[in-house]
């Protein structure tokens, strides 16, 4: 049925299908909604949403591991090469480092040795930057990188069926007592025989080195192989060893030096002696003439 309704000289027809038909609460809430304009961001706000990073906090690490997950693919590609070039780099940098710090701060004995280099008639040049010595530690490092690789690779699959705490002393114990004293018996000799010492000077020092530096890598090497098997992967294991490896061999490097300037002092001495015994035996001569 049509109804005719108007107003004035306005007519309009209506259907009973287009009358208003009611709507429920939540229909009347999302037309005012999508009706409602939208309110306008503040100048400062949008000019913060254009500079802020989105994403969580702990994306910047990214850019600080990527550096490690390289050289965990080097390492994983070819792993002798990689151990081999991060060992003569680790070298390099210790016995630089030695080096700098002796000639920064030189011992409190050359004074003394210096007076009796003057007596024996021999000069003792000050500190100062030896080539050599650093050629010599880039070839005992390099001899030794990939024999010490294997060592604690093998030494990081051992007691994989004891506890975790037995487990972890064990493998500190086998390297403090085999790997650390034959390591500082082959560094300290082949420093001394490279530098073209005598079998009984190498001897000498390997008695004055190696038994202080044994007693002092218990305050550092213990430490460091418990934390790289508890909490480390395996590719990373070397890298933190690295880091350490770098002190400790600055440490052994000052100490075969120090060992060696004992050494010349002791010659200087014995020069001193039979330059006395000369003049000593010169002066009977002459009397006796």
């Not at 802020?52 to 997950?69: D, H, R």
């Not at 080539?131 to 690779?153: H, Q």
Request: net charge positive; with cysteine; glycine share 4%.
């Amino acid at each position: 049925m049509i109804r005719l309704i108007g107003t004035g000289r306005v007519f309009r027809l209506q259907h009973p299908l287009h009358q208003t038909v009611p709507r429920s609460s939540l229909t009347r809430s999302f037309l005012r909604y999508k009706s409602s304009p939208a309110e306008p961001t503040p100048p400062s706000e949008a000019k913060d949403a254009t500079t802020t990073i989105p994403g969580p906090s702990y994306l910047w690490m990214e850019s600080v591991q990527a550096p490690f997950k390289h050289y965990s693919r080097l390492n994983n590609k070819s792993p002798y090469w990689t151990q081999f070039v991060s060992v003569l780099v680790i070298y390099l940098i210790a016995d630089l480092t030695a080096q700098v710090i002796a000639i920064r701060k030189p011992s409190v004995e050359e004074p003394a040795d210096e007076s009796r280099a003057k007596e024996a008639g021999e000069e003792i040049p000050g500190p100062s930057y030896d080539p050599l010595r650093t050629a010599r530690s880039l070839v005992i490092g390099g001899a030794c990188a990939v024999p010490s690789y294997i060592f604690f690779l093998r030494l990081g699959n051992m007691f994989p069926t004891l506890p975790t705490p037995i487990g972890i002393t064990l493998k500190v114990l086998i390297n403090q007592f085999t790997y650390t004293p034959l390591f500082n018996i082959y560094f300290f000799g082949s420093q001394s025989l490279l530098s073209g010492q005598t079998i009984q000077d190498t001897v000498e020092r390997l008695k004055d080195t190696v038994p202080q530096s044994w007693k002092n890598s218990w305050k550092v090497w213990p430490a460091v192989t418990a934390i790289s098997f508890l909490w480390l992967k395996v590719e990373f294991r070397q890298v933190f060893a690295g880091v350490v490896a770098i002190g400790w061999q600055a440490y052994l490097s000052l100490l075969n030096s120090k060992s060696a300037k004992k050494e010349d002092s002791e010659h200087l001495g014995q020069a001193l002696e039979k330059k006395t015994e000369i003049e000593h035996d010169a002066k009977k001569r002459a009397v006796t003439a």
